[in-house]
């Protein structure tokens, strides 16, 4: 067990609340990977196929599991607020540590920034349907700013795989290399601990 939590996993130690993520962290982290792996084969298949009721029920799903992930970020964002990460282990900042936080805004800007401006695309002059069960209001109609909003949607996607790649490569390298327990900051204590996770 590396060290960071070999020394916090003693039974109730209040020390182990500052080495993870709270649940509700990780819950909504988990929640936001999960709704990331259906949304992007969703908007590849749907982009793919020639107009039918198909492609439109894609979009439908496309632009619902995106409003979802709007909803997911900001409240995460929130909770974030009110319950600041733990620090991470090892004392001052490192330049790879800076990257890593950097990584993680740049990650949220464009968790924002691709469900806006689906929406100033998608919304602009219509109603969007949530799953066919409601609808999201008509934003007021404005041709120029949905054509800037389709530009920054199509590219934003670039900026997301890109970031993704590198904060899942960097979380194998953790694992595999540095063995520093970092991965399990993000998930549940393997061991009797569980208890004394804050919620
Ligand atoms: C995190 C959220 C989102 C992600 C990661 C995402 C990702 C994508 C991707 C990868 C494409 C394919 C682009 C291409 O190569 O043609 C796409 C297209 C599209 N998305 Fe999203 N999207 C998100 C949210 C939304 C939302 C909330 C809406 C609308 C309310 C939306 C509306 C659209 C539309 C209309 C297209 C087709 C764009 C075009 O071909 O002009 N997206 N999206
Ligand atoms: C679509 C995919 C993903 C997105 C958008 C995403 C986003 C994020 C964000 C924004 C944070 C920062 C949390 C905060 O400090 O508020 C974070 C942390 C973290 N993520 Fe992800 N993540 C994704 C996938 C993954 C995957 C697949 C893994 C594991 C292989 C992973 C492992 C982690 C870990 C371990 C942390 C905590 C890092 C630390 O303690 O500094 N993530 N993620």
């Known amino acids: 067990m590396p060290d960071s939590l070999s020394k916090t996993s003693g039974l109730r130690s209040p020390a182990l609340a500052a080495t993870r993520y709270t649940l509700t962290a990780q819950a909504l982290h988990w929640l936001t990977v999960l709704l990331m792996l259906a949304i992007l084969p969703v908007a590849w298949v749907m982009v793919s196929l020639p107009k039918s009721p198909q492609q439109v029920w894609l979009f439908v799903i496309h632009r619902s599991l995106g409003m ?11 909770w974030r607020a009110a319950h600041p990460p733990p620090p991470l282990p090892g004392g ?47 934003l007021p109609e404005n041709k120029g700013l949905g054509e800037t909003a389709q530009t920054a949607h199509l ?27 970092l991965l399990g900051r993000m998930i549940p204590p393997q061991d009797d601990a569980a208890r004394d996770v804050p919620r």
Do not use: C, K
């Open 68 to 78: 979802t992930i709007l909803a997911v970020v900001a409240v995460r964002l929130a």
């Open 155 to 181: 590219l934003g996607q670039w900026g997301i795989y890109a970031l993704v790649a590198l904060h899942v490569l960097s979380t194998v390298w953790h694992v595999a290399v540095r063995r520093d327990g």
């Open 92 to 138: 001052p900042s490192t330049a790879m540590e800076l990257v890593g936080r950097l990584t993680h805004w740049l990650l949220y800007a464009l968790l924002l920034l691709m469900p806006v401006s689906g929406y100033l695309q998608s919304g602009n002059g219509r109603p969007v349907s949530y799953l066919g069960l409601f609808d999201l209001p008509a």
